[in-house]
């Protein structure tokens, strides 16, 4: 079975930084992908970011770029996101999700299989 765990989330200030952390296990794709997305009160889930975990290629939204950053641990099948120069509209609950087939650069939630439970980041004033 197919699981991914999120952690990490939490309550900062506005200005600093968090790493959430996506952890899989399960899975037995090549070359599956990971894309965080999040999702604030009463919005849509937003696609923010992507990483092969193939070849580590990565992508992002126009919302997050220069700021947050993507990696992977494959031996620890681990994904992170790390999140800098925090602001308010940042506070959302964030999600990982796992595309089985590796689609390249995509943030459409409607491409990924499956999804875990989310981890809620507050980034107060």
């Known amino acids: 079975e197919v699981q991914l765990v999120e952690s990490g989330g939490g309550l900062v200030q506005t200005g600093g930084t968090l790493t959430v952390s996506c952890t899989l296990s399960?899975?037995?794709?090549?070359?599956?992908?990971i894309g965080w997305f999040r999702q604030a009160p009463g919005q849509e889930r937003e696609g923010i970011s992507w990483?092969?975990?193939?070849?580590?290629?990565?992508y992002y939204s126009d919302s997050v770029k220069g700021r947050f950053i993507i990696s992977s641990d494959n031996a620890k099948n681990t994904v992170y996101l790390r999140m800098t120069n925090m602001k308010p509209e940042d506070t959302a609950v964030y999600y990982c999700?796992?595309?089985?087939?590796?689609?390249?650069?995509?943030?459409?939630?409607?491409?990924?299989?499956?999804w875990g439970q989310g981890t809620r980041v507050t980034v107060s004033s």
């Open positions: 399960g899975y037995t794709f090549d070359d599956p992908a």
């Open positions: 999700a796992l595309d089985v087939i590796g689609t390249s650069a995509t943030l459409d939630k409607r491409k990924y299989d499956y």
């Open positions: 990483i092969s975990l193939g070849d580590g290629a990565t």
